[in-house]
């Protein structure tokens, strides 16, 4: 398996699965102190332990008892500004965490992790594509396994940068961890080149979510999302229904702005994803032959798009950051209670000293 890595690069997206698969199998080794019964090695600042947990979930293990790698190097290339690995225990228990399981690894198949961060952000985004295709076509070894995102990294299949992850051993799509409709939707012609799963930071701490203010919600007497969920009534409609009336001109200058009170703060175009993927929108769609086929233009798509410019441009009940619109900046907003809803990331949002509710995004019906 290790040849095979190091020959074409096996890109799981944002943060690599195959560490987490291995991982999971390494856990009952872990617990045992190691595979052979022995003490799984400490590295690094030992002075700080990890936080101790109530209940590790523990998937079943798959990988032969023989398969060790007689120590050889799997390098990981990292995006280096998400901090996606770990290097010593800090005592932050996601740090401490993602630490373990890498000693897990280690022992359990008798390998060494060498953990290399690049830089990776809009402005760096082609060079680090440049490092991964640069190295594939020299076979220097020099990275085993890329992280990255969905919107850039499908370009290097088409180069033939990546393998496919369907032909390498150990590696069960089935398994809860993996994103299915991510599997799904990103194969062509059966093959799978990108993967990621619910073990990865990033898509963790990277969810879109709605966040709710809860106090201000009962104030104007309305309906609570979450209860709308569980009765199937918590819709685009409902939520704009709900958001409809609430602005105010909370810094009296008499003209919207970012000290106003909104229904909804929607604070750059990212954030209207979300609700693109809650609605369904899908840019294409796999035919019979297992291709995709360029499905985004209908009138689902249109009349979504028209909800979204309502919102960002024509509402005044909602406060849009976008290009363009800096004057609607309400960043704050949402932290000092002045906005009902509000679009953010769980790593990202600062909760308001109100109680909060995250309902999810309201599906199209």
């Known amino acids: 398996m290790k040849n095979s890595l190091k020959t074409v690069i096996a890109s799981l997206l944002v943060f ?18 190691g595979d052979d019964g022995s003490p799984v090695p400490s590295q690094g600042n030992t002075d700080v332990q990890p936080a101790e947990t109530e209940e590790k979930r523990i998937y079943a293990d798959d990988i032969p008892d023989d398969a060790k790698f007689n120590g050889q190097s799997v390098k990981f ?63 220097d070894g020099a990275y085993d396994v890329a992280s ?8 290097l299949v088409a180069d033939r940068v990546f393998t496919n992850l369907k032909d390498l051993p150990y590696l069960d799509f089935s398994k809860p961890y993996w994103v299915q409709q991510l599997i799904e939707e990103t194969s062509v012609n059966g093959k799978l080149f990108l993967a990621t799963g619910d073990l990865s930071k990033v898509t963790i701490n990277q969810v879109w979510c709605v966040m709710g203010n809860d106090t201000m919600r009962a104030n104007l007497g309305l309906d609570d999302p979450v209860d709308l969920g569980h009765e199937g009534t918590w819709t685009k409609d409902a939520m704009n229904t709900m958001l409809t009336g609430v602005y105010a001109d909370t810094d009296g200058d008499q003209a ?15 954030c209207t994803y979300p609700f693109l993927n809650a609605w369904e929108i899908s840019y294409t769609t796999l035919n019979e032959e297992g291709y995709p086929e360029l499905t985004f233009y209908n009138d689902k798509t249109v009349a979504a798009w028209e909800q979204m410019m309502a919102w960002c441009f024509d509402s005044q009940d909602v406060a849009y950051g976008g290009e363009g619109y800096v004057y609607f900046n309400a960043g704050n907003a949402f932290v000092e209670g002045r906005t009902l809803f509000n679009i953010g990331q769980f790593a990202s949002v600062k909760a308001p000293p109100p109680p909060i509710w995250t309902p999810p995004q309201p599906p199209w019906r």
């Open 148 to 155: 990255g995102q969905y919107a850039t990294m499908p370009g």
């Open 77 to 139: 290339m990292w995006w280096a500004e998400n901090r996606e690995f770990a290097e010593e225990y800090t005592g932050e228990v996601v740090n401490d965490a993602a630490y373990e399981r890498e000693l897990s690894v280690e022992s359990r198949l008798n390998v060494d992790i060498v953990n290399v961060g690049e830089s990776y952000t809009w402005d760096t985004k082609d060079l680090y594509l440049d490092k991964i295709r640069s190295s594939v076509m020299a076979n």
């Open 256 to 270: 919207k702005s970012g000290g106003d009170t909104f229904g909804l703060v929607i604070a750059e175009a990212n």
């Open 16 to 33: 690599s699965m195959l560490l987490p698969l291995l991982a999971s199998c390494g856990e009952r080794a872990a617990e045992n102190g």
